[in-house]
Nanobody
Framework: QVQLVESGGGLVQTGGSLRLSCAAA????????MGWFRQAPGKEREFVAA????????YYGDSVKGRFTISRDNAKTTEYLQMNSLKPEDTAVYYC????????????????WGQGTQVTVSS
């Protein structure tokens, strides 16, 4: 059992920045990788970023490359998503995700989900 606690969402203007955090608790010894997905109204949940826990290898969705950065704090079992140059198209509910098996770049690789945090980017 893993519990994920997200924070950092909010309202920001176009071009602004936000930093999301996700702290994992419970059976975190089994964590292989963590990541982020997002879901806009009427759209499917899409991959944003992932990080492998042991060595920090990262992977990004095409729409956020060069703007978003994922990182982790091993001691706190926490991941972060630094979002810069935000666009209205980034408006979505952002979900923390963790996997004991693989990089969570697709939904089928996700073992646990956070409850989501709203990010709204105004034009």
């Amino acid at each position: 059992q893993v519990q994920l606690v997200e924070s950092g969402g909010g309202l920001v203007q176009t071009g602004g920045s936000l930093r999301l955090s996700c702290a994992a608790a419970g059976r975190t010894f089994s964590t292989y990788a963590m990541g982020w997905f997002r879901q806009a109204p009427g759209k499917e949940r899409e991959f944003v970023a992932a990080i492998r826990w042991n060595d920090g290898m990262t992977y990004y969705g095409d729409s956020v490359k060069g703007r978003f950065t994922i990182s982790r704090d091993n001691a706190k079992t926490t991941e972060y998503l630094q979002m810069n140059s935000l666009k209205p198209e980034d408006t979505a509910v952002y979900y923390c995700a963790t996997s004991a098996r693989a990089l969570p770049t697709v939904r089928r690789n996700v073992d646990y989900w956070g409850q989501g945090t709203q990010v709204t980017v105004s034009s």
